[in-house]
C-alpha cells in the first residue's frame, strides 16, 4: 500500500536530499516528476550530483530526506522481490558499464532478457535490432574485454534498452562516443521515448542538448533548477568552450 | 525462455566456468561415499554373517558316562524346560566315532589304534533362530553345565566374543565414516559454492541490478549441490560396486572368503544413500549461498 498522491509522473522525487557523513550535501530538497515517453537532460558539474540522483531514483541509494515513488511505488516502502521486479522494468547505463567481461556483447545484452524469462527466439531478435541500432553488430560475438571503451558503452545501453523498460536511466552515455556513434545513442532514447518510456539522461555533452526541445535540468550545489531553451543553449556552448 | 530452461542455462554456465573446482569435488564425493559405502558394505556383510552363525550355533555339552533311554527323557525336557530350544541330540561314543571316521574320510586309519568308545557321549542341542544374542547363548551353556554328568559346554564362546566384538568394532567405523562423510561433503561442497560465488560476484551483483529473483540467482547453485551429491554418490557407489566384483571374482570360492557369502548393497540402500547425499550437497549449497550472498 502506498500513501502518495495518485500521479501520471512515472518518476517523482520528493523534496529529495542525500547528505554523506559527515556533512557533505549531494542533494538538496529536489522535487522532480518526470512523465512516460519524457526524455530528461540533467547537466551539471563532476560531482553536482548527477550520479547520486539517478542511483536515488534506481534504489541504489537510500535519500537522506524525502522520497522517490516509480511507477506509483515508493522506492523505501518496497519488499525485496517487489523491487526486483521493478528493476526489471528499469534499465540502467552505468558510467563505468558494470559489464561483465568475459561474456560477448551478445551474452552482456541478453542478460536482463533472459532474467525476465523471455523467449529465445526474442531475446535473439532484440538484442541483434539493439546491436545493429547502435552500430556495434559486427561486434556482437566478441568478449567485452576485447572491445574499446566506446563500443562497451554502447553494449552498457543496449543492455539497458533491452527489456524495452518503462524508465532508462542513462549516466554519461556519450563520454566515450565520436559525434556519430552519439547520435545513434540520442536516436535510441528518442524510439524508448517514443514507446513510451521515460528518459533520463545524465550527461556533461552538451551536444546531446543542445538543440534538444527537452528539458533540461541544472545541478549545481545540491539544487536542481530547469534550463530554458535559450539558457540551455548558452549553458551548452559554455560547457563546450570550457 | 522457460524458468527451466533459464535455470538449466545457467547451471550449464556455472559448471563450465568453474569445472575444475567442480572435478575436485566430485573426486572427493566420489571418495566420500566409497570409504563410507566401503564400511557399511563390510559391516552389513558381516552382520549377515554373524546371523547365519548363529543360525547354525549349536552347544555340545560332553557327559562323563552314556546316559540310558529314560534319563535322556528326563534330561531333554529338563533342557527343553529352559525355553528357546529347537532340538536336542544324544550322541552315543560309536556315534561319535562314527561321526569323526566320516568326517576324517580317507585318513579315518589314524583312528585303527584307538578304541571305538575313546570319545566322550555328548548332547548337542540347537538353539531356535530366534535366539541370536550371544548372551543369551552364554546363558543357556551356564544352564546345560549345570546338568547331571555334564562335564564341559563348547560352543565356540571366545569366537563368537571376538566375532561380536569385531562387529561392534566395525559399527563404530561405520558411523564415524558416516560423520566424516557428512562433515567431508558440506564442507567440500559449500566451500565449492563458496569459490564459485566468490568467481560470479560480479556477475550476481549485476544479476541483481537488472532485476533477477532469488530464485533465478539461488536455484543453479542448488542444481550445482544436487548434481554433485546424486554423480558423486552414484559413482562412488558404482566403484564400490566395481571393486566388490573384482574382489569377489579373484579372492572368491575355496578361500577365506569362501567362509562368507559376500552380498553388494541391496539396491534401495542405494537409492537411500544417493538420495541423502543429494539433500546433504544441495543443503549445504543453499547454506553457502545463503550465508554469502545475503539474498
Redo the contacts between chains.
Sequence with gaps: MSDTPPSSALVECIRLSKIYPPDVTALKDISLAVQPGEIVYLTGHSGAGKTTMLKMICNLETPSKGMVVVAGRDLSRLRAGEMQRLRQKIGVAYQDFRLLPRLTAFQNVAMPLEVAYQKRRLIRQRVRELLEGLGIADKSDQKVENLSRGEQQRVALARAAANSPSLLLADEPTGNLDEGAAGLVVELFKNLAAAGSAVIVATHDASLYRHSDHRVLKLAQGELSELTANTAQAQAFREETV | ???I??IL?QTGRNLGRTWATQVMTLITVIFSVLLFAFFLLIHLNMLAAGQRLTNDIRLTVYLEDELAPELQARIEQRIREFGEVERVLFISRDQAFNRLAAQLGDERDVLDDLGADFLPPAIEVFPRRTMSDLAAVEQLAGYLATLPGATKVQYGREWLQRFGAFTRLLQIIVLVSAALLVLSMVFIVSYTIRLTVSARR??L??????????A?IRTPFLMEGLFQGVFGSGLGCAALFFLFEWITTRFGGPGMLGLFSLEFLPLPLIGLLIAACALLCAGSSLVAVRKFLR?
Design positions: 525462455m522457460t524458468r530452461a533459464a542455462q560480479e556477475e551483483e549485476v544479476l541483481r541490478l537488472l532485476g533477477a529473483s532469488n533465478y539474498i
